[in-house]
């Protein structure tokens, strides 16, 4: 499976270089739908699909034929969409910032039922826990947030095989008290072997 950092609307890049060689993918958020009036993001067959990020109107990326959703269990891999900006107060409401960037506190505690009770192998976010951050990205500030602190609460209650997210535009793969953490950066990709052995 290719898993594909933030594309922040570079959709020329993302189709002709980033999933142009990959019979299926999953890009990771930040994709940058619903940026511009009318929305240009690529509709691509059914095994090429998307998480919303921070940086993604959710009203449009609900609407797209390639969105995951904001909450997604599929098989053993678990896919939740959503994070936090940091530099909200810098951004305009409704034009490249959207007040239910993060899902709302019901819907968190939704997705943390559910993964308590499916123990996924794979989960795939834009954002990861808290404590992750405050490990993986020491010479960067963390700010507390609903999303990493709702993610946090699913590490503690279940140390999946491998997670996999994007947001922080770097590439780290780390293991983590059992759990391989793949940060995939901004206009880059992992393809990385999900089957299960």
């Excluded at 559910?114 to 795939?124: D, G, S």
């Excluded at 020491?138 to 140390?159: C, G, I």
Aim: hydrophobic share 40%; proline share 5%; net charge negative.
């Amino acid at each position: 499976m290719r898993f594909i950092g933030d594309v922040h609307g570079q959709f020329d890049d993302y189709v002709m270089r980033l999933v142009a060689d990959a019979p299926e993918s999953i890009q990771v958020g930040d994709f940058g739908v619903g940026f511009r009036e009318v929305d240009e993001s690529p509709r691509l067959g059914p095994t090429h699909s998307f998480l919303r990020g921070n940086h993604d109107n959710p009203e449009v990326c609900r609407a797209h034929p390639n969105y995951i959703g904001d909450i997604c269990l599929d098989g053993d891999m678990f896919c939740m969409s959503g994070a936090f900006s940091i530099d909200r107060d810098l951004r305009t409401v409704g034009i490249d910032w959207w007040p239910d960037e993060q899902l709302s506190y019901q819907s968190l505690n939704t997705a943390i039922d559910l993964y308590e009770q499916a123990k996924p192998r794979i989960v795939v976010t834009h954002d990861c826990p808290a404590t992750v951050a405050k490990t993986l990205f020491r010479r960067h500030e963390y700010w507390p947030n609903a999303t990493s602190k709702a993610l946090d609460v699913m590490f503690q209650l279940h140390k999946p095989e491998i997670h996999v997210f994007g947001h922080w535009h770097m590439n780290i793969d780390q293991v983590i008290l059992g759990t391989r953490f793949v940060c995939v950066a901004a206009n880059d990709y992992r393809d990385i072997d999900i089957t299960k052995r």
